[in-house]
């Protein structure tokens, strides 16, 4: 079991950033994939990036490419996504989740946090 914590969202203008993060708790982070997710209202949740187990391996939705970028701390169990250059259709809730593959984790599968409010004004 893996448990999932988002953090770091809030109101920012357009053309600001935010710093995501996702610490997880029970197993060690280090055996999973990692991936950000977002949710905007009316809309279905929508693959943001994905980060393999090693660090090795990234992969974004072409919306955010060039402007956002993941990466994970396994010796603390943390995942963040910066979040640069942000447009008002950045306005979702962001998730976090684990799972033991890559594929498994941009396919949306595996263990959720609970999200975070990202909210960018135009």
């Known amino acids: 079991q893996v448990q999932l914590v988002e953090s770091g969202g809030g109101l920012v203008q357009a053309g600001g950033s935010l710093r995501l993060s996702c610490a997880a708790s029970?197993?060690?982070?280090?055996?999973?994939?990692m991936g950000w997710f977002r949710q905007a209202p009316g809309k279905e949740r929508e693959f943001v990036a994905a980060?393999?187990?090693?660090?090795?391996?990234?992969g974004y939705a072409d919306s955010v490419k060039g402007r956002f970028t993941i990466s994970r701390e396994n010796a603390n169990n943390m995942v963040h996504l910066q979040m640069n250059s942000l447009k008002p259709e950045d306005t979702a809730v962001y998730y976090c989740?684990?799972?033991?593959?890559?594929?498994?984790?941009?396919?949306?599968?595996?263990?959720w946090g609970r999200g975070t409010q990202v909210t960018v004004s135009s």
């Open positions: 989740n684990a799972d033991l593959t890559y594929r498994g984790v941009s396919e949306g599968h595996g263990y």
């Open positions: 980060i393999s187990w090693s660090g090795n391996s990234t």
């Open positions: 029970g197993r060690a982070l280090r055996f999973y994939a």
